[in-house]
């Protein structure tokens, strides 16, 4: 069984960094997509960055790219998301998610993303 531990949450001031960590167990990710998203009291759950199989390719929405960094330990079964210049706007709880078959592009669509982790909660004050 698939399971997503997302962790480094926290309440942080506009302008702080946070790191967040996505560990998957139950199956080796080194083949597969993964990405973060995010959803703010609301609103609907949106994508934040993704990350290809091997980490050749990233994927940012507009308003975090410049700020956030994807990355990726394929030993660590680990996704990271870098978290910098954070501002109040980027509260939400933060989800990672795995794709189930290997090899595929990344997609910015939640559908494309067939596990996902509980969620963690991330507040940044003004």
């Known amino acids: 069984q698939v399971q997503l531990v997302e962790s480094g949450g926290g309440l942080v001031q506009a302008g702080g960094s946070l790191r967040l960590s996505c560990a998957v167990s139950?199956?080796?990710?080194?083949?597969?997509?993964m990405a973060w998203f995010r959803q703010a009291p609301g609103k609907e759950r949106e994508f934040v960055a993704a990350?290809?199989?091997?980490?050749?390719?990233?994927h940012y929405a507009d308003s975090v790219k410049g700020r956030f960094t994807i990355s990726r330990d394929n030993a660590k079964n680990t996704v990271y998301l870098q978290m910098n210049s954070l501002k109040p706007e980027d509260t939400a709880v933060y989800y990672c998610a795995v794709q189930s078959k290997p090899f595929r592009a990344i997609y910015s669509d939640p559908v494309e993303y067939d596990y996902w982790g509980q969620g963690t909660q991330v507040t940044v004050s003004s």
């Open positions: 990350i290809s199989w091997n980490g050749g390719m990233t």
């Open positions: 139950g199956r080796s990710f080194s083949w597969y997509g």
